[in-house]
DNA sequence: CGGCTTTGACCGGCGC
DNA sequence: GCGCCGGTCAAAGCCG
């Protein structure tokens, strides 16, 4: 079940997978920016009791893009083109274009582990743009031969007793598997809402278990429900809601972190585009996005509006 | 009774 | 080819 509400956080940090060929926005035109939405979130989060690890725990950084090694050696998310079949499955494009992180091909090369994400090898078969795709194929359904699909995924560490913090969403568990190498399990979630194919994992840190490592993967097509059960909605629904968080450590595909502060599409715009690799131009605004709606977007509950 | 969690089985990708 | 592992399915059970 969801947890008790109440999130008792002490920490988040925020992972990306915006490693990408979209470019990182320039240190420039950022650094004023990164004041900004640090000041800004951090003390917005601190109103939720989050506060915001900072990169003294680029060594947690380093051992979550472990646990996404396998992933990421297998170039799942590596590329979008095409796989990018929103997570509104036939909705069509209701999704389309409220696209994720700036997900994609980083091409820094690194021996690093990589973070969930990208890895720049990718068949090109599997590159044939999107929106030409029916949406993330059901694994007893899918063709032979065919790749999984991944969504782009954000992913980041809370520090919390709670491993499923409230973040706006409803969530339903369908799986749980063990981890190799940590005691601790990892949880599956979906998106109760039918039409939405965002999922999340979570899953504890074997080397400091107050940290709750949440990985999102694909991104909602509705708004949040609010106030789930009670409870309090939280930042997680923010950043998760969007992908596009405000403080956040950056990493290439390859763990590498790019840069600390905020993300590219902050600099550039709500909206990411869904096809990093192949189409930098940004997506038309979406309807359930509104562009100009500011970090949090409008799944920020009322009461965090006022600033 | 509906919605959700639990949990074992199953499937596919990947490395050896 | 085989085994490992992550991810997903789905039946069974729980709970409000």
């Known amino acids: 079940m969801e947890d008790k509400e109440g999130l008792d956080p002490a920490g988040t940090e925020f992972k990306s997978d915006s ?101 720049s090898e990718d068949p090109p078969e599997k590159s044939t743009g999107f929106g030409g795709k029916p949406p993330e194929i059901p694994s007893k359904v899918r063709k032979k031969g065919q790749k999984r699909i991944r969504q782009p995924r954000f992913a980041f560490m809370t520090k919390s007793e709670v491993d499923h913090l409230e973040d706006g969403y409803r969530w339903r568990k369908y799986g749980q598997k063990a981890v190799k190498n940590s005691p601790f399990p990892r949880s599956y979630y979906r998106c109760t809402n039918s039409k939405c194919t965002v999922k999340k994992r979570v899953e504890r840190s074997s080397e400091d278990p107050t940290i709750v490592i949440t990985t999102y993967e694909g991104q909602h097509c509705h708004h949040s429900v609010g106030f789930p059960r009670g409870g309090l909605i939280s930042h997680e629904a923010a950043f998760a809601g969007q992908f596009t968080p405000g403080v956040s450590q950056f990493y290439n595909s390859q763990g590498v972190q790019l840069h600390k502060g905020i993300s590219p599409s902050t600099t550039q715009s709500q909206q990411l585009p869904i096809e990093v690799r192949e189409s930098r131009a940004l997506p038309e605004p979406t309807s359930q996005l509104p562009k100009d709606e500011g970090l949090l977007g409008d799944i920020v509950p009322p009461g965090m509006r006022k600033t």
């Open 19 to 119: 490693s990408s060929s979209w470019t990182l926005a320039g240190p420039d035109s950022v650094s004023d920016s990164i004041n900004y939405f640090f000041d800004r979130e951090s003390s917005i989060l601190s109103e939720f009791g989050w506060n915001i690890l900072q990169l003294d725990h680029a060594d947690e950084i380093e051992r979550f893009g472990e646990l996404d090694r396998t992933d990421a050696s297998r170039g799942l998310a590596g590329n979008f083109s095409g796989s990018q079949s929103q997570s509104c499955g036939a909705a069509g494009g209701s999704c389309s274009g409220a696209a994720s992180n700036p997900v994609g091909s980083a091409e820094v090369p690194t021996s690093n582990p990589s973070v969930s994400s990208s890895s």
